[in-house]
């Protein structure tokens, strides 16, 4: 049983750590907070810090977390949606700007 205690502590030093890069990364302004280096990490950290305090019982600090998880994967889904949405632009408008004799050729 402590052996897996001990996974579980080091994964919640992992989470704290990620959730402490990303808001760090964030604060220096190397990632923006649309970045998805920040969501995937900030989604990194709270399934880490749920899974522990799942495990341990702590069920307020695991429904933070769970709403950290909904918040970031909703940001990662509209990031995903919005950079689909602008390579379809850009296919679009290419496929426009080309005159007709690059078909041609």
Known sequence: ??????VVTTLGWIGAF???LAYAMVSRGRW??????????NL???AAMLAVAAVNGV????????AW???GASAVFALGRARSRAR???EAGSAV???????AA
Do not use: C, K, R
Request: no cysteine.
């Open 1 to 6: 049983m402590s052996t897996l205690m001990t």
């Open 18 to 20: 990620a959730g402490i």
């Open 32 to 41: 923006s907070a649309d970045s998805l280096a920040f969501q995937l990490t």
């Open 44 to 46: 990194a950290g709270a």
């Open 59 to 66: 069920w307020p600090s695991a429904a933070a977390n769970m």
């Open 69 to 71: 998880l909904v918040i």
């Open 88 to 90: 379809h632009q850009d």
């Open 97 to 103: 700007e080309q005159p007709a004799y690059a078909e």
